[in-house]
C-alpha cells in the first residue's frame, strides 16, 4: 500500500495533537514517515520535547537552523546585507547582527571578506597608466578649443559693452522692448480693451463737458456782448446797424469755430486720440473765450481767429 | 591642493594647473577607462578623449557640486558612447594587474607583495564576473567614493534604488570572491 506522509504545514498545525498523543494511528505513521525525510521538522519537534520535557536537548545551533527553516528562512542572507550596507563599522553598529555573527561562523567569514574588499577598492581605483599618455593627454588638450560657458558668455558680453557704451545703451533699449510690449498693464489683453473703454469713456465725457461749457460760455458771450451793444446805443458813438452786422459777423465766426473744434474733439477721442481730443476741446473754450464783449471790435475778431487755430 | 582647487585654477586657464590635474587624476581616469574600454589600447584613448572633453567643458562646471562627481560623470558618459560604438574588443578581457595596479610600495617585501598581487587578481576577476550595472556602482562608490546622492544624481536613479543597488552588488562580490579563492588564502 502506497502510503502519503504528512506535509510541514501539516506537522505545524498538528503541534498540540502531537505532543498530546491525540493523533491517530495511521496519522502517526505519516508522521514518522515525514520525520524521517524532514530534518527541519524532525529538529523542530525535538527542541520543542525538549522544552517540553518530553525528550533530551540536540545539537542546539542545529536544531535552531532546522527551525529557522521551515519558519522564517536563513537568517544569513538578510545577514549579509546588513553587513555590506553598513557604511562604517563599529561596536554600536547592530546588535542584532553581532549576535547573528556570534553563532554563524559563515557569516563571519563573509563579514571579514567584506572588510577586506572594502579596504582593498579604494586603492584600486587608480591604475598605472601606459607610458607616453600623460604627454599624450597634455599635448591634445594644449590645442584643443574650450567651451565657453554662460558665465564667460555674459562675462565677455559685459566687457565688449563697457567698451562701446552706446551699443550698451542700444542694446539695453532692444532688450528693453520686449518687457515693455510684454509686462506693460495695456499689453495684457484683456486689461487693455478694459482700459480702452475707460479712456474712451472718460474722455467722451471730458469732450461733452467741455462742449456744454463752450456753449454756456457762448451764451453767456452773446449776453454780454448784447449788454455791451446797449450801453454803446446808450453812449451813442458808435453806428448802430454798423455795429450789429459786426456783432452778428463775429458771432457766426465764434460758433462756427466752436462747432468745428468740439465736432474735431470728439472725432478724435472716439478714435482713441484722446491728447488731440483734449487740444481741440481746449482750442474750443479759447475761442469762446476769445470771444470778449469789452474789447475791441477788431481784437475780438483777432480774439476768434487765434482760437480756431 | 584638492580636486575642487585644481579644477578651479584649471577653469581661469592656468596651464600648470592642468598638467597637475592631469598627472594626479590620470589613474584615476585611466582605470574608469579601463572598466568600459577592457584593454589597455582602448582605455588609453577613450582616457585622452575623456581629458579633452573635461577641458573643453571646465568652464560650464558649476563650483558648487562635486568635482570628482562631474568628472566620473562625463567619464562614464563617454565609457558608455564607446561601448555602444562597439569599440570593446570581445577577446580581450582581462585585466593585466601586474602592469596596471599602481606602484607597489617599497617597504614591503616582496612576499606580501606577491600576496597582495594574487588577492587583488582575485578581488578583479570577482569584479568582472559582475554584471554591468553591479560593477558600475562598486567602481562609483567603492572604488572611487562617491556618495550614494551623487550616484543616484549621476544615474538618473532614486537614492534608495541607488542604495539597494550598492547593497546587493557588494553582496555579489563577496560570493564572487569566496567562489574564486578560500577565505584562508584572502585574509
Known amino acids: 500500500m502506497n502510503r502519503q506522509s504528512v506535509s510541514c504545514a501539516w506537522v505545524r498545525e498538528h503541534l498540540l495533537e502531537i505532543f498530546d498523543g491525540a493523533i491517530s494511528g495511521e496519522d502517526r505513521q505519516r508522521l514518522r514517515d515525514h520525520l524521517d525525510g524532514c530534518e527541519a521538522c524532525a529538529g523542530m519537534l525535538s527542541e520543542a520535547m525538549f522544552d517540553t520535557g518530553q525528550a533530551p536537548r540536540q545539537d542546539s545551533e542545529e536544531s535552531l537552523r532546522r527551525i529557522l527553516a521551515v519558519t522564517s528562512g536563513s537568517p544569513c542572507t538578510d545577514a549579509l546585507e546588513r553587513i555590506v550596507s553598513i557604511e562604517t563599522p563599529g561596536p554600536e553598529s547592530d546588535e542584532l547582527l553581532t549576535g547573528h555573527l556570534e553563532h554563524c561562523p559563515i557569516c563571519r567569514v563573509k563579514a571579514d571578506v567584506w572588510e577586506w574588499i572594502r579596504a582593498e577598492l579604494p586603492a584600486m581605483a587608480e591604475m598605472d597608466v601606459p607610458a607616453g599618455l600623460t604627454a599624450a593627454v597634455l599635448d591634445r588638450t594644449s590645442r584643443a578649443e574650450r567651451e565657453a560657458g554662460w558665465r564667460d558668455w555674459i562675462r565677455a558680453l559685459g566687457e565688449s559693452l563697457v567698451r562701446r557704451p552706446r551699443a550698451a545703451l542700444e542694446l539695453g533699449y532692444l532688450f528693453a522692448l520686449p518687457f515693455m510690449f510684454l509686462f506693460h498693464p495695456a499689453a495684457v489683453p484683456g486689461h487693455f480693451m478694459e482700459t480702452r473703454m475707460t479712456h474712451v469713456s472718460e474722455f467722451t465725457s471730458l469732450a461733452q463737458d467741455e462742449a456744454l461749457l463752450a456753449a454756456a460760455g457762448l451764451g453767456r458771450a452773446v449776453d454780454e456782448k448784447t449788454r455791451s451793444l446797449r450801453t454803446r446805443f446808450t453812449q451813442g458813438w458808435v453806428d448802430s446797424i454798423q455795429t450789429v452786422d459786426q456783432f452778428y459777423r463775429e458771432i457766426r465766426d465764434v460758433s462756427g469755430a466752436v462747432k468745428t473744434e468740439v465736432k474735431l474733439a470728439a472725432t478724435a477721442c472716439s478714435t482713441g486720440q484722446f491728447d488731440r481730443g483734449i487740444r481741440h476741446a481746449g482750442a474750443a473754450w479759447n475761442a469762446i473765450k476769445s470771444f470778449d464783449p469789452e474789447a475791441e471790435s477788431g481784437d475780438t475778431t483777432e480774439g476768434g481767429t487765434h482760437g480756431t487755430e | ?187
Open chain 2, 1 to 187: 591642493m584638492t580636486l575642487t582647487e585644481i579644477l578651479r585654477q584649471c577653469k581661469r586657464n592656468d596651464t600648470l594647473a592642468w598638467e597637475r590635474f592631469v598627472r594626479d587624476y590620470q589613474g584615476r581616469i585611466y582605470r574608469i577607462a579601463f572598466t568600459y574600454a577592457r584593454n589597455p589600447e582602448d582605455a588609453g584613448d577613450l582616457t585622452q578623449e575623456i581629458f579633452i572633453r573635461i577641458y573643453r567643458k571646465i568652464g560650464q562646471w558649476r563650483e558648487d557640486e562635486s568635482a570628482m562627481a562631474w568628472i566620473l560623470t562625463i567619464a562614464r558618459n563617454l565609457g558608455i558612447d564607446h561601448v555602444r560604438r562597439g569599440k570593446v574588443r570581445a577577446a580581450d578581457r582581462t585585466v593585466p594587474v601586474d602592469e596596471h595596479q599602481d606602484i607597489a610600495d617599497p617597504r614591503q617585501n616582496p612576499v606580501e607583495e606577491c600576496m597582495r598581487d594574487s588577492r587583488r587578481r582575485i578581488l578583479q576577476k570577482a569584479l568582472e564576473s559582475l554584471s554591468e550595472i553591479s560593477r558600475e556602482i562598486v567602481l562609483l562608490k567603492d572604488m572611487q567614493g562617491l556618495s550614494l546622492d551623487d550616484i543616484a544624481r549621476m544615474l538618473g536613479i532614486p537614492l534608495g534604488t541607488a542604495k539597494s543597488r550598492s547593497n546587493r552588488a557588494r553582496s555579489e562580490l563577496v560570493h564572487a570572491v569566496l567562489a574564486l579563492s578560500s577565505p584562508e588564502q584572502l585574509l
